[in-house]
């Protein structure tokens, strides 16, 4: 199995920035694409942005692009996402999420959805305050 870590979220107020990290480790594993999710209280999770190996690509929500983004560390197994112009809407425990399992679909056609990762971490906090 492998375990994921977050690291980073805080109580912030708005316009200002943040950077949340994730590390994975565990069994030896094949780390194909990590991805951000968030998810506010009294709501569903959603997607946040991802980056995967195979394509060098990186894909935000229309919600955070040009705002946030999403870069991996030399090491292959950590990922970070760059916060600014914070808003009180982008509250939420921000979980981060690995693919593993090589797929037949297209990461480009499934980064968006929950099912397409393998594991995830258990989430940290981000407040933004108005």
């Known amino acids: 199995q492998v375990q994921l870590e977050e690291s980073g979220g805080r109580v912030v107020p708005a316009g200002d920035s943040l950077r949340l990290s994730c590390s994975a480790s565990?069994?030896?594993?094949?780390?194909?694409?990590m991805g951000w999710f968030r998810q506010a209280r009294g709501k569903e999770r959603e997607f946040v942005a991802a980056?995967?190996?195979?394509?060098?690509?990186?894909y935000y929500s229309d919600s955070v692009k040009g705002r946030f983004t999403i870069y991996r560390e030399n090491a292959e197994n950590t990922v970070h996402l760059q916060m600014t112009s914070l808003k009180p809407e982008d509250s939420a425990v921000y979980y981060c999420a690995i693919v593993t399992r090589k797929r037949a679909t297209y990461f480009r056609d499934t980064y968006f959805s929950s099912d397409e990762y393998d594991y995830w971490g258990q989430g940290t906090q981000v407040t933004v305050s108005s």
């Open positions: 980056t995967s190996w195979w394509d060098n690509m990186a």
């Open positions: 565990g069994r030896t594993f094949t780390s194909y694409a």
